[in-house]
């Protein structure tokens, strides 16, 4: 088993066919089966489940994707920080969830500290990503957020991950709409009045990631729903097909990316908790810090 054989294991995972995991490794489709089923043979485990429908993960399969994704993020850090051709440079990194004063604060600090030479890294992703990357030390904060619904899972994910929580701010539950849209006078507004439009919600990717939703209301039956996982795609289809999507409500004094939008507050009461994780004990960076402090000047509890 070698580190290639993992990154193949982890594209075809996240692939519909061999051939679409294929074309994006840049290899032959034989070639990448057969690294795949050779490793299968060393292992003693069947990874794959092959149909005339496609390619899906076995149990055991699912437990490997897991570990190797550690493995991968870790040997990425070591590539990065001993072998990369900016390892003379300095370094940074946070990953949150999809809040724009999380990276108000990030630019902050490069404007702060402005570094001669530098790689700086922000991954806005999913909640579980967050959790990841600041578990194998990806990144050295992540910003994420918890509702009533999935606030007993998020903390056990924290505590299990060995990480801990700051909060910065409770959130009531807002929607967002375009400008334009009829509701967009409104003060406030119900979830059934808004039944005829679409919700547009970020895509968690899994229904075993149902409960890690970054927004609130997720246990809500939605008449309507759109998973997107780009944040300039939810804005297009709230735009052109009068959805709404389910927000903290900060929009005054936000950059151009939300414009256009107004935030409605949701008479349904289901606030979210916002905040930074970091590794429980663990020191941050100078860079950290930094950031640590410019998060500060949003907290609100």
């Not at 489940?49 to 437990?63: A, V, Y």
């Not at 107004?262 to 606030?271: G, S």
Request: net charge negative; glycine share 6%.
């Amino acid at each position: 088993m070698n580190i290639s054989q993992i990154r193949y294991i982890l594209e075809v995972a996240n692939s519909t066919s061999i051939r679409e995991a294929a074309t994006r490794l840049f290899i032959s489709q034989p070639a990448l089966s057969a690294s795949i089923k050779e490793l299968e043979e060393e292992l003693g485990i069947l990874l794959f489940e092959r149909t005339n429908k496609g390619i899906s993960l076995t149990e055991e399969g699912r437990e490997f994707v897991t570990y190797a994704k550690k493995v991968t993020s870790q040997y990425e850090i070591m590539e990065n920080r001993y072998l990369s051709k900016d390892s003379d440079k300095e370094k940074f990194s946070v990953s949150t969830q999809h809040y724009n004063f999380s990276i108000n604060a990030f630019t902050n600090v490069i404007k702060k500290n402005d570094p001669e030479k530098f790689v700086f890294s922000i991954h806005e992703t999913k909640t579980r990503d967050v959790l990841e990357d600041v578990r194998t030390l990806k990144s050295e904060i992540g910003i994420i957020s918890f509702s009533g619904a999935n606030e007993t899972l998020i903390k056990k994910l924290i505590k299990e991950y060995g990480l801990e929580f700051t909060p910065l701010m409770i959130r009531e539950a807002y929607v967002y709409v375009w400008k334009d849209h009829k509701f967009a006078g409104r003060k406030e507004i119900s979830l059934d009045e808004l039944s005829d439009y679409p919700c547009v919600s970020f895509d968690q990717s899994d229904n075993s990631n149902f409960y890690l939703t970054e927004e609130a209301m997720a246990d809500y039956d939605f008449k309507k729903l759109i998973k997107s996982d780009d944040r300039a795609t939810s804005m297009e289809i709230i735009s052109e097909l009068q959805g709404y999507s389910i927000g903290s409500g900060m929009l005054s004094g936000e950059k151009a990316v939300l414009k256009g939008l107004v935030a409605i507050k949701l008479k349904e009461e289901d606030p979210l908790t916002i905040g930074y994780i970091q590794r429980k004990g663990g020191s941050l960076s100078a860079y950290g810090e930094d950031y640590v402090e410019e998060l500060q000047k949003y907290k609100e509890i």
